[in-house]
Nanobody, 115 residues
Framework: QVQLVESGGGLVQPGGSLKLSCAASRSILSFNAMGWYRQAPGKQRESVGSITASGSRNYADSVKGRFTISRDNAKNTVYLQMNSLKPDDTAVYYC?????????WGQGTQVTVSS
């Protein structure tokens, strides 16, 4: 079983920044891909972006140019740097890993963007 633990959420003002972390219980290079998702109250969970084992990244149009996914293989950790945050970015952010036909999810971390 794989454990994913997100951290780094909190309350931030519009225009501010946060960096989320997702620590995996084993090598992140063992996964085909890892991704970040978010779910706002009353809305469906949506993809924010992902990174493959080879390092390819993609992002949702709503966060392109503002959010960046990176990783530290030695720490088995994937990051989500969020800049120029907007109130619409308020959501619970989840980390997901994919290994062939298996998916693993973290417990989520709350991000609130408000003045």
């Amino acid at each position: 079983q794989v454990q994913l633990v997100e951290s780094g959420g909190g309350l931030v003002q519009p225009g501010g920044s946060l960096k989320l972390s997702c620590a995996a219980s084993r090598s992140i290079l063992s996964f085909n891909a890892m991704g970040w998702y978010r779910q706002a109250p009353g809305k469906q969970r949506e993809s924010v972006g992902s990174i493959t084992a080879s390092g390819s990244r993609n992002y949702a149009d709503s966060v392109k140019g503002r959010f960046t996914i990176s990783r530290d293989n030695a720490k088995n950790t994937v990051y989500l740097q969020m800049n120029s945050l907007k109130p619409d970015d308020t959501a619970v952010y989840y980390c997901k890993s994919v290994q062939w036909d298996r998916e693993y999810w973290g417990q989520g971390t709350q991000v609130t963007v408000s003045s």
